[in-house]
């Protein structure tokens, strides 16, 4: 490839200024010896100068707005989720330990002959009430929101 | 006197960090004020749709908040910034059109096919020019990764280093797509002529 070929190849870049120093130097000096050089690089400078000051899309009216309010709404948002599955892990450590507790008080109180059934009865109305706690807690907190 | 600005812009900046992690709402608010045009704008020139434009622009500052905490205040925040719109804006084009990024969009056809019949006489087409309504039209009609080198470089004046950081590719890359992006450009235009 020529000088000129080599120059040609970097004046759109040149016009976009985003050449090293010495880059430039080398098309300055080129461009001061070859005329086309010199007037395609003309050529690209009006259409970087072009580029900068194209029409500019206007920003909506009420945009900071809007995002404020967005913003606020998804805080809210994820700051609600944050404390259903706090209260979610707390009940589900609640039934966890009183089903424990449970079984810990029958076996003492009995001396652990309680049958299959009677435990399977027991721990099912354990976690019955455990799930109708949280759904209580939730749904009481929806239907504040909803109103 | 410029560095004196600058020192103090980057203050201003940092300090506005340290307040966005604490998701104060008057910083929040003062940091989307600061960007709206410049943000709106470019997301205006990935996607080309007002509306679609202004959802993003929400959605790139939920995003930022999310992400603010694991921020390094030793990036550009600028960069951080755009690149976060950046990602959003692709995988919005990539959802509604299936859309290869290195391919020619055609939604700016319209606007160039009016530009094309509106303006008959050689003063009209050097008005038009001068008013830059060619080349965003041209512009329009160009593949994503090219709108996107051409409004990151001449509108938002970034240089090489903080294209490539938002853009998430080599320098080599983004200096190689900026030439193809004017070459595609003046070829659209000078076809035209």
């Known amino acids: 490839m020529t000088e000129h070929e080599s120059v040609r190849e970097m004046l759109a870049l040149a016009a976009a200024g985003v050449l090293d120093a010495g880059e430039v130097r080398r098309i300055e000096q080129h461009a ?3 005329e086309a050089c010199r007037a395609e690089l003309e050529a690209w400078a009006a259409y970087t100068q072009g580029l900068r000051r194209l029409p500019q899309p206007p920003a909506p009216e009420g945009l900071l707005e809007r995002t404020s309010a967005r ?22 450590i609640f039934g966890w330990m009183s089903s424990l507790a449970f079984w810990v008080l029958v076996r003492e109180t009995t001396g652990g002959v309680l049958n299959g059934w009677a435990w ?10 455990t799930a109708g706690t949280a759904a209580l807690v939730l749904g009481r907190r929806e239907m504040r929101r909803f109103l | ?11 201003g900046t ?10 104060d709402p008057d910083a929040v608010s003062a940091l989307v004020g600061r960007y709206q045009h410049r943000l709106y704008r470019f997301l205006v020139r990935m996607v080309q749709e007002p509306a679609a434009a202004e959802d993003l622009f929400q959605q790139t500052w939920i995003r930022l908040l999310e992400k603010i905490g694991s921020y390094d205040t030793r990036r550009n925040f600028e960069a951080w910034l755009f690149a976060i719109a950046r990602n959003l804006a692709i995988d919005h084009l990539r959802r509604r059109r299936d859309l290869s990024l290195d391919e020619t969009d055609d939604s700016g056809l319209a606007a160039s096919e009016r530009l094309r019949s509106g303006g ?4 009209d087409r050097l008005l038009d020019f001068e008013r830059g ?4 039209a041209a512009i329009a009609q160009l593949p994503v990764i090219h709108r996107e080198a ?8 970034m240089k090489l280093e903080q294209i490539a950081e938002v853009a998430g590719i080599p320098l080599s890359t983004v200096k190689s797509r900026l030439h193809r992006a004017l070459e595609s450009l003046r070829t659209k235009i000078e076809g035209n002529v």
């Open chain 1, 71 to 92: 913003i606020l709404q998804e805080r809210t948002a994820a700051a609600d989720h944050r404390h259903q599955a706090l209260l979610l892990g707390a009940l589900a």
């Open chain 2, 1 to 11: 006197m410029l560095a004196a600005t600058m020192s103090l812009e980057a203050f």
């Open chain 1, 32 to 34: 001061r010896m070859c």
């Open chain 2, 14 to 23: 940092d300090r506005e960090i340290a307040l966005l992690k604490k998701r």
């Open chain 2, 120 to 123: 008959p006489n050689v003063l």
């Open chain 2, 150 to 157: 051409l409004t990151l470089r001449f509108e938002e004046e």
């Open chain 1, 120 to 129: 399977w009865s027991a721990s099912t109305a354990l976690s019955w009430a």
């Open chain 2, 133 to 136: 309504e060619i080349l965003a």
